[in-house]
């Protein structure tokens, strides 16, 4: 089962991919042309990649934390047997017996990561507006066209 899950739709991908760029070279043409990333899609994708480290960062942060049994929380992270003083999810935090167990470099990540996130959001926003105005060919301005104004008959 493994070959034809796994195996199969690999070896034919590769094989395709074989195929097409050894056509495109015999027939001596030019790769296909490359969308130009605009500095609005690398912000979005820059959030995008904060958003998605800060919430495995998070997850992280949380798996210190004691879901059904507390006492079980102090005893696997700190080795001895007591319910925790304190948890929180945000800033992430467990103490059992005055000890902080989380990692020191856990909160100020997500911090790092959440500004970062946010500032790459605002500024994909920003740049996208920006860049609304000017669209990538000029508006068609001949009657019966879309935006266009229509001549006056003599």
């Known amino acids: 089962m493994v ?82 003083d304190s948890s929180s999810a945000l800033p992430v935090s467990l103490v059992c017996a005055g000890e902080e167990i989380v990692p020191a470099w856990v909160n100020p990540g997500l911090l790092v990561l959440a500004v970062t996130a946010a500032g790459a959001t605002v500024t994909s926003v920003v740049l996208a507006v920006r860049r609304g105005g000017r669209s990538r060919c000029r508006p068609c301005t001949g009657p019966g066209r879309p935006g266009g104004v229509p001549r006056r008959s003599r």
């Open 3 to 84: 070959i034809l899950a796994v195996v199969l739709p690999t070896w034919a991908g590769i094989t395709y991919v074989g195929l097409v760029r050894a056509r495109r070279e015999n027939a001596g043409l030019p790769p296909p042309p490359r969308r130009r990333r605009t500095p609005a899609k690398k912000a979005a994708w820059i959030a995008a990649l904060a958003y998605l480290l800060g919430g495995a960062l998070h997850v992280y942060g949380l798996s210190y934390m004691p879901f059904l049994q507390p006492e079980d929380a102090c005893w696997f992270n700190a080795g001895h047997m007591a319910s925790p």
